[in-house]
C-alpha cells in the first residue's frame, strides 16, 4: 500500500514527519509520498514558493531512514490542485489501486466540502490523524456516508474491499508551519521543530525571514 500526503508543508516540520514513522509501522507502507500543494483550492497562501517547498521535502525524502517519496504531482500541474484528481494521477503512475491518503483532523473535517469527495471515499481508503487543538468527537457530527467507513481495526481496514478511514491517535505534536516561521522572522531558531537539514536550507535561502 502507497501512503499520500499532501500540504502546503511550509516547511515540513515533526509534526508532518513523526507521526508517518507511526503510520509505516502500523500499515508497512511500500512508500508515503508527500505532495506540496501548488495553487490551494481554499485559496490558501504560501510563504515559500512552490520549488522551495518542493526541495525541503525532498531533503526529508532523501534521508535512508525513512520511505518518503517527494510527489512533484501537483506542482508539475500548476493549477489549483483538488485532491481527487491528484489521486487518480498518482494510481495511474503508480499503476496500482492500493492507495491511502492521510490527513490531519483539522483537514478531514472539511473533507466534504472537497471537490469529488464521495469518490474519494468510494475509491480510496484514509488514514486521518488527530491534530492539536481539534476535538476528534467533531467526526461524530460528520455524514453517514462517512461514519459507515470509520473503523479502528487495522486488519479490516486493509483486507477489506470497502474502502474505508482508519482514525489515528497519535500523541499529539504541537507544531505549526507558522509557529515556525513566526520564530525564523524573529529572529531565532526552531530547534526541535524542524529537522537540520530544512533549517539549513531555509537560512541558505533567506526563507520567511520577512526581508
Not at 504560501?46 to 504531482?73: K, Q
Not at 488527530?130 to 483486507?159: A, H, V
Request: with cysteine.
Amino acid at each position: 500500500m502507497i501512503g499520500v500526503l499532501g500540504g502546503s508543508f511550509d516547511p515540513i516540520h515533526f509534526g508532518h514527519i513523526n507521526p508517518l514513522y507511526e503510520l509505516s509501522d502500523i500499515f508497512e507502507f511500500n512508500q508515503i509520498r508527500l505532495v506540496p500543494t501548488y495553487n490551494s483550492a481554499a485559496n490558501k497562501t504560501f510563504n515559500a514558493s512552490a520549488n522551495h517547498r518542493f526541495n525541503m521535502v525532498s531533503l526529508i525524502s532523501s534521508s535512508e531512514t525513512n520511505n518518503f517519496v517527494a510527489d512533484n504531482t501537483e506542482i508539475v500541474k500548476q493549477n489549483t490542485s483538488f485532491t481527487y484528481e491528484t489521486i487518480k494521477i498518482i494510481k495511474k503512475q503508480q499503476n496500482r489501486d492500493d492507495i491511502c491518503l492521510i490527513v490531519g483532523l483539522d483537514v478531514f473535517l472539511n473533507i466534504e466540502t472537497w471537490y469529488n469527495y464521495m469518490e474519494i471515499l468510494k475509491d480510496t481508503n484514509i488514514v486521518v490523524i488527530n491534530r492539536p487543538g481539534y476535538n476528534i468527537e467533531k467526526i461524530n457530527n460528520m455524514s453517514f456516508e462517512i461514519l459507515e467507513r470509520i473503523t479502528s481495526n487495522k486488519i479490516d481496514f486493509i483486507k477489506n474491499e470497502k474502502k474505508q478511514i482508519y482514525i489515528h491517535k497519535s500523541p499529539s505534536i504541537k507544531i505549526s508551519s507558522s509557529q515556525i516561521r513566526d520564530v525564523i522572522k524573529s529572529g531565532n531558531k526552531p530547534l526541535g521543530l524542524i529537522p537540520g537539514a530544512v533549517l539549513t536550507y531555509i537560512k541558505r535561502n533567506n526563507l520567511y525571514t520577512g526581508k
